[in-house]
């Protein structure tokens, strides 16, 4: 490759949330049985919540923005549920794996969710 050659990313493709179902929303047993999970997270609920749990600052601005907040402490006034009731709202996400899932109409405010890694079989079959 020369050394000023352009490398173009594909477009990534713009796509309903309905377009991945109903698990995308809420992984097995949340939101009432199962904690979220705040370090990859494979729903929108764990999403909301690792957003609001590792990302301080990006979930300020946030509920700033779309919540008409003036002050920064005001934030944590911000429940999940009215998030997800956003994201519903919105109805649209892109990418596959993370997911990138829009919080506004203008995807300004985001969160991302992976997909589940499958687990290997570890057992080996001796010959």
Same mark, same amino acid.
């Given at each position: 490759m020369a *050394?000023?050659?352009i490398v173009l990313k594909r477009a990534t493709e713009i796509v309903s949330l309905d377009s991945y179902g109903?698990?995308?929303?809420?992984? $097995?047993?949340?939101?009432?049985?199962? %904690?979220p999970d705040l370090e $990859?997270? +494979? #729903?929108? =609920? #764990? @999403?909301? +919540? @690792?957003?609001?749990?590792n990302e301080? %600052? $990006? =979930? @300020? @601005?946030?509920a700033r923005e779309l919540y008409g907040l003036r002050r920064r402490s005001d934030a944590a006034k911000?429940?999940?549920?009215? /998030?997800l009731w956003k994201i *519903?709202? /919105?109805n649209t996400c892109e990418g596959t794996n993370p997911v990138r899932i829009w919080i506004d109409p203008e995807g300004k405010h985001w969160v991302e969710v992976y997909a589940r890694r499958r687990k290997r079989n570890s057992a080996r079959v001796s010959g």
């Open positions: *050394k000023n050659a109903p698990e995308l929303i809420y992984a $097995r047993g949340e939101p009432y049985f199962a %904690e $990859r997270p +494979h #729903s929108v =609920w #764990s @999403a909301i +919540h @690792a957003l609001q749990a301080p %600052e $990006r =979930w @300020a @601005a946030m911000v429940m999940a549920e009215g /998030v *519903k709202a /919105v």
